[in-house]
């Protein structure tokens, strides 16, 4: 039923008889080529020959008014039918309006316009027809009735009230053409409205009229571009005072607004143009103060084009400062804790020297604190306090400040998980620079509470030393050690101070608690400096003790050679002794060579027994031992050690990786001892010997078969 039914959409015409019949393809059954090829020129040149010729109806010649009347007739009856099927169609309507008016029946035309008009009047495009119909044919009041009724009933139309003020301009009612634009603004439309109502009255030299429709206009429109229209109209007139007024007025309007740039550039280039450069730098000073630093980029650039040309050497310096403060302050927003770009940024306001700035981004940059509490993430902050300390006291020269700074930030370091040493001492080096002897001593005091660290107890013993406190200095070292017992350093600075107190015995004192300490983070040095402290002192026997106590420790190759060179060392003390007889010398010398000897020997044994795997160690003190014996001179005996050297031996050994496969071979030095080759012939001849027994047995046996 459906398919039986009109469709409004189709003229009332049915599915069925709509639809397109195409012919059914047919099917191609022998594929192959065939013998005579065409091309598809030819195709096309074959049907335009076959064509047969444009049927087209006979021209019909009316000569009499019943024929018209029958023709006209008959025309209106077709489209009154197709008006009827398909009503919503415009072109039939604008067909049938038009050929109304092609036979003069205007009054015809104008019913079939109005009937157009009442299926869809909200079609701009009707009534610019309808209203061009009588516009063509002098119908002018009927025309602007027309286009009274469009512009009330469709005043968001631009084209309509345009084609309405041109068609009453044309016929030169220039008081209706502005009575219609007055309607017009009535609406608020857009900027192209009022400018074109501007060069209307412009046109006709209506200056004062053109004038209070700018004035209108920004306050309808409030924009920045319409502003700046309104300033150029006033400069393009000669009134600088009016367009300097313009401009004034926008700033204080819209000096927020997103477009602000573009207002201060055409400020600045108006004044640049009526000569007042000063003018132009304050506005440009103005608008960079004002004006946040991501939108001011083509400012930036402006300004430092325009310190170029008529600015002086500072003001130049100051325009690119000004460029680079912008690069920066991008920066430091994009990523404000990047403390690299803080320090360029304070850097370059430190070379300008302006003290507010300077600390208005010292406060900014230590504001961003780091968001973990980890060390590495700290010490780069940590110069940002460092560096605006210095800034306070050395250029600002403001003490107070200078304290309030350290003091903050040591309220900010969170010392329960790490400390820097280095504020702490800043801070009481500062107030040692202000003669405040007390509030160093009590920053340094706290820092010992609060975060030890060896720096911070280096430093006040320093301090405390130069200043001739004695017991100031033991109390700090005896804290110092009870915090670190195993740090040697403290231990031998401590016997140190005390040697050089003259207090011989604390410092041995002191020496003996070091070295009976289960744990010491370096015992080499600290037993190098009791042995040194106890050789300084003539002590020879108690430091034969120490080296003893040493070797029971450790037999390290280092050990035994500074023994023997201490024993070796004895010979000059002994010479020095000018008051003894020339024979009591030379007994001493032999007997200094004689412990020196066995030194060497018994650390010679050692190694051959206990670590003959040590081969290295052993050759290298033979070696040490031959280069001693020849510095003895005639007392020296060489061929006693240098039948003791060994061989050096070039031999090849195979490299394992980490999984045990063989991954090719290596070449390694191997020494070979004298008491290594005899035993070594030894074994050939024992060889040798069974092998010649072996023999004469079986020459025995052989006799004895025959």
């Not at 790490?418 to 009481?428: D, E, N, R, V």
């Amino acid at each position: 039923m459906a398919n039986r039914e009109g469709d409004p959409s189709l003229g009332y015409l049915t599915r069925k008889e709509t639809e397109v019949k195409l012919p059914r393809p047919t099917r191609v059954k022998n594929k192959t080529p065939a013998p005579i090829q065409i091309t598809a020129e030819q195709i096309l040149r074959e049907a335009r020959e076959r064509q047969e010729a444009e049927i087209r109806p006979p021209k019909q010649k009316i000569t009499d008014p019943t024929e018209l009347a029958d023709y006209r007739l008959r025309k209106r009856k077709e489209f009154e039918d197709l008006i009827r099927r398909v009503r919503w169609n415009k072109s039939v309507w604008v067909k049938y309006a038009k050929w109304e008016e092609s036979q003069k029946d205007f009054n015809r035309a104008r019913s079939v316009w109005e009937r157009a008009l009442d299926v869809d009047y909200r079609d701009h495009t009707m009534w610019l027809k309808y209203a061009e119909t009588e516009m063509k044919n002098k119908f002018i009041n009927h025309a602007r009735n027309v286009w009274d009724r469009a512009v009330t009933l469709l005043p968001r139309i631009d084209q309509l009230w345009y084609k309405y003020i041109h068609m009453e301009e044309m016929l030169g009612n220039v008081a209706g053409a502005r009575q219609i634009f007055e309607r017009w603004m009535s609406w608020e439309p857009d900027q192209q409205a009022w400018l074109s109502y501007i060069k209307f009255e412009l046109r006709y030299n209506e200056l004062e009229r053109a004038r209070a429709i700018y004035e209108r206009f920004v306050q309808c429109i409030p924009k920045v571009g319409a502003w700046i229209r309104f300033a150029k109209f006033e400069m393009k007139n000669g009134e600088i005072s009016r367009a300097r007024n313009c401009y004034e007025r926008a700033v204080d309007k819209l000096a927020d607004d997103e477009e602000a740039e573009t207002l201060f550039v055409a400020f600045a280039e108006f004044e640049e143009k009526c000569k007042e450069t000063e003018r132009a730098r304050c506005i440009y000073k103005f608008a960079l103060d004002h004006i946040p630093k991501g939108r001011a980029e083509d400012l930036y650039r402006k300004f430092v084009a325009f310190e170029k040309q008529y600015g002086d050497r500072e003001g130049i310096e100051d325009a690119i400062v000004g460029k680079r403060r912008f690069q920066y302050e991008e920066e430091v927003r994009k990523n404000p804790l990047n403390y690299d770009s803080w320090f360029d940024y304070i850097r370059l306001e430190e070379s300008v020297g302006n003290k507010s700035r300077i600390r208005e981004v010292y406060e900014r940059a230590i504001a961003n604190v780091p968001p973990a509490d980890e060390k590495r993430y700290w010490q780069r902050y940590i110069y940002l306090w460092i560096n605006y300390a210095l800034y306070e006291e050395l250029d600002a020269q403001d003490v107070s400040r200078t304290r309030d700074v350290y003091s903050e930030c040591l309220k900010l370091i969170p010392h329960k998980k790490f400390s820097f040493a280095k504020i702490w001492l800043l801070a009481a080096q500062f107030e040692i620079r202000q003669l405040n002897l007390s509030g160093a001593r009590s920053i340094l005091g706290n820092a010992i509470g609060i975060a030890p660290k060896d720096k911070i107890f280096k430093k006040y013993i320093e301090i405390e030393l130069q200043l001739g406190n004695i017991d100031r200095c033991r109390k700090l070292y005896e804290k110092y050690l009870e915090w670190s017992p195993e740090n040697c350093y403290a231990w031998s600075k401590y016997a140190e101070l005390e040697r050089s107190l003259s207090e011989t015995e604390r410092a041995r004192a002191l020496f003996e608690l070091a070295i009976a300490q289960p744990a010491l983070d370096m015992p080499e040095l600290l037993w190098k400096a009791y042995i040194d402290f106890e050789i300084a002192e003539g002590e020879f026997e108690r430091t034969r003790q120490l080296y003893e106590r040493l070797l029971d420790r450790t037999k390290h190759l280092k050990v035994w050679i500074s023994y023997a060179n201490f024993e070796a060392s004895a010979i000059v003390e002994v010479e020095q002794q000018e008051e003894l007889p020339e024979n009591v010398l030379l007994d001493q010398r032999k007997l200094c060579i004689q412990r020196a000897r066995r030194v060497f020997e018994n650390a010679i044994n050692y190694y051959r027994t206990s670590a003959p795997e040590l081969k290295e160690e052993r050759a290298m003190l033979l070696e040490e031992w031959l280069n001693m014996e020849s510095g003895f001179g005639e007392l020296g005996d060489v061929e006693l050690v240098r039948v003791k050297l060994p061989k050096k031996l070039k031999k090849r050994r195979q490299i394992e990786i980490d999984d045990g496969t063989a991954a090719g071979f290596e070449e390694y030095i191997d020494y070979l001892f004298p008491e290594e080759s005899q035993a070594s012939n030894l074994k050939i001849l024992e060889q040798a010997y069974k092998w010649k027994k072996q023999k004469v047995v079986s020459d025995d046996d052989e006799d004895d078969i025959d």
